[in-house]
């Protein structure tokens, strides 16, 4: 089969793989099949970020910040704590010769709770924007922003499910192909793979092409070629001559060189 195509492929090792276009990765891995996922990782970097950018805590919490002490403005009762004690603290502190001024509201048992008006306070400000502070010593109430950024990394591993079992074929197949020896072989079976994939996603189909051929020590030596071609398998009947590349450290495997013409 192909013979005319294949007349022209170098014999002997080590071999240029641009003859065989099929053995990209492009050619396993479409890029119509990698929108959806890139949308998916657009999506959940964009949440943090945009949280980032409007959240005070959390500009606070990620952004270069500086520490100074500030003096307790005034001292209220407040009702925040579900039951316990509470103050309103208003504290002031300079920076860049303005004064600039912040509220912390501080439960019953807080590091701050007992301050009085005139007690110096540890304050931490965003070094671009010091109308951005806080309390040192007060609970970190940032959003988790670190969930956003580890949800992609799951998502990334949902989808290698569906394409490292393919870019391992075709890893083996660039190498056999690139430095393995080549034979006429003739096909005995075909068997379609059992493979995980989702409905409508394209690119998932495989197939087990077992062959025959001539080994170099004598006898007859069967094996098996990966193959995702479904209109190649349809045309692969038995007994028919393809074409192969082999290696003796991998008996059990070898490349259909039919398979990665396109």
Same mark, same amino acid.
């Given at each position: 089969?192909?013979? $005319?195509? @294949?007349?022209?492929?170098?014999?002997?090792? %080590?071999?240029?793989?641009?003859?065989?276009?099929?053995? &990209?990765?492009?050619?396993?891995? %479409?890029?119509? *099949?990698?929108?959806?996922?890139?949308?998916?990782?657009?999506?959940?970097?964009?949440?943090? @970020?945009?949280?980032?950018?409007?959240?005070?805590?959390?500009?606070?919490?990620?952004?270069?910040?500086?520490?100074?002490?500030?003096?307790?403005?005034?001292?209220?009762?407040?009702?925040?704590?579900?039951?316990?004690?509470?103050?309103?603290?208003?504290?002031?502190?300079?920076?860049?010769?303005?004064?600039? &001024?912040?509220?912390?509201?501080?439960?019953?048992?807080?590091?701050?709770?007992?301050?009085?008006?005139?007690?110096?306070? %540890?304050?931490?400000? @965003?070094?671009?924007?010091?109308?951005? #502070?806080?309390?040192?010593?007060?609970?970190?109430? *940032?959003?988790?922003?670190?969930?956003?950024?580890?949800?992609?990394?799951?998502?990334?591993?949902?989808?290698?499910?569906?394409?490292?079992?393919?870019?391992?074929?075709?890893?083996?197949?660039? &190498?056999?192909? $690139?430095?393995? &020896?080549?034979?006429?072989?003739?096909?005995?079976?075909? !068997?379609?793979?059992?493979?995980?994939?989702? %409905?409508?996603?394209?690119?998932?189909?495989?197939?087990?092409?077992?062959?025959?051929?001539?080994?170099?020590?004598?006898?007859?030596?069967? *094996?098996? /070629?990966?193959?995702?071609?479904?209109?190649?398998? #349809?045309?692969?009947?038995?007994? /028919?001559?393809?074409?192969? /590349?082999?290696?003796?450290?991998?008996?059990?495997?070898?490349?259909?060189?039919? *398979?990665?013409? !396109?």
């Amino acid at each position: 089969m192909f013979e $005319k195509q @294949l007349a022209q492929f170098p014999q002997t090792p %080590p071999r240029a793989l641009q003859a065989l276009p099929g053995l &990209r990765i492009a050619a396993v891995v %479409p890029k119509a *099949a990698m929108f959806v996922p890139l949308m998916f990782v657009l999506f959940f970097v964009s949440v943090p @970020l945009s949280i980032l950018h409007s959240d005070p805590a959390m500009r606070l919490s990620w952004g270069p910040s500086r520490n100074v002490s500030g003096v307790v403005v005034s001292v209220t009762d407040a009702s925040s704590c579900r039951g316990l004690g509470a103050r309103r603290l208003v504290y002031s502190f300079a920076s860049a010769g303005r004064e600039f &001024r912040g509220v912390a509201v501080q439960c019953e048992g807080a590091l701050h709770y007992s301050a009085a008006a005139g007690d110096e306070v %540890p304050i931490r400000y @965003l070094a671009s924007d010091p109308s951005i #502070n806080a309390l040192q010593g007060l609970p970190d109430n *940032a959003p988790p922003v670190a969930l956003f950024l580890v949800m992609p990394l799951f998502f990334l591993l949902l989808l290698s499910l569906l394409f490292v079992p393919q870019l391992r074929e075709l890893r083996l197949a660039r &190498r056999l192909v $690139k430095h393995g &020896r080549l034979a006429t072989a003739e096909v005995v079976f075909v !068997r379609k793979r059992s493979t995980t994939s989702w %409905p409508g996603w394209p690119g998932t189909g495989a197939y087990d092409v077992y062959v025959e051929f001539a080994s170099p020590a004598g006898g007859c030596r069967e *094996a098996v /070629a990966w193959c995702a071609n479904d209109w190649l398998v #349809n045309h692969l009947a038995p007994g /028919a001559a393809v074409h192969v /590349a082999y290696s003796d450290e991998e008996p059990a495997k070898v490349a259909l060189l039919e *398979a990665f013409l !396109r």
